[in-house]
C-alpha cells in the first residue's frame, strides 16, 4: 500500500510539474506578444502622424519609413511568442506583412492583436 502511494505521488508530482512548466510557457508567449505590440503601437502612432494635414511628402515618407522600421522591430518578439505558443502566429504573420502591404492596409489587424495581447485574459482562439 505504501508503495502505491509513494507512486501516486510521484504521478502527481510529474502532472503538477508539466501544469506548471506549461503555464510559464504560455506566460512567456504572452510576454514577447507584448513587447512586440510595443513596437506595433510606436508604428501605428508613426503611421497616423504621416496622415496629417499640412505634411510634405518628403515628412509623410519620413513617418512612413520610421513607422515601417518600428513595427519590424516587433518581428523577433513576436516570432518568440509564435515559437511558444502557435496562436500568436497571426502576429508575427501580419507584422510580416508590411514588407508587401501598405501599412494603412493593416492597422485594423494589428490593433486587434495587440488589443488582445495587452488585455486581461491574452489568449487568441486557434
Known amino acids: 500500500m505504501a508503495r502505491l502511494?509513494?507512486?501516486?505521488?510521484?504521478?502527481?508530482?510529474?502532472l503538477l510539474t508539466g501544469v506548471i512548466l506549461s503555464s510559464c510557457g504560455v506566460?512567456?508567449?504572452?510576454?514577447d506578444a507584448r513587447t512586440s505590440c510595443k513596437y506595433?503601437?510606436?508604428?501605428?502612432e508613426l503611421q497616423m502622424e504621416s496622415?496629417?494635414?499640412g505634411l510634405s511628402t518628403r515628412q509623410q515618407n519620413t513617418l512612413r519609413n520610421d513607422a515601417e522600421g518600428e513595427l519590424l522591430k516587433g518581428t523577433q518578439?513576436?516570432?518568440?511568442?509564435?515559437?511558444?505558443?502557435?496562436?500568436?502566429?497571426?502576429?508575427?504573420?501580419?507584422i510580416n506583412e508590411a514588407e508587401r502591404v501598405p501599412l494603412p492596409d493593416l492597422?485594423?489587424?494589428?490593433?486587434?492583436?495587440?488589443?488582445?495581447?495587452?488585455?486581461?485574459?491574452?489568449?487568441?482562439?486557434?
Open 107 to 126: 492597422v485594423a489587424s494589428l490593433t486587434r492583436i495587440c488589443q488582445v495581447a495587452d488585455s486581461s485574459s491574452p489568449y487568441l482562439g486557434g
Open 27 to 31: 506566460g512567456a508567449a504572452v510576454s
Open 51 to 53: 496622415e496629417r494635414p
Open 40 to 44: 506595433v503601437h510606436k508604428a501605428l
Open 5 to 14: 502511494k509513494r507512486s501516486t505521488r510521484a504521478v502527481i508530482a510529474l
Open 77 to 94: 518578439s513576436a516570432a518568440n511568442a509564435t515559437s511558444i505558443d502557435g496562436s500568436w502566429n497571426a502576429l508575427q504573420t501580419t
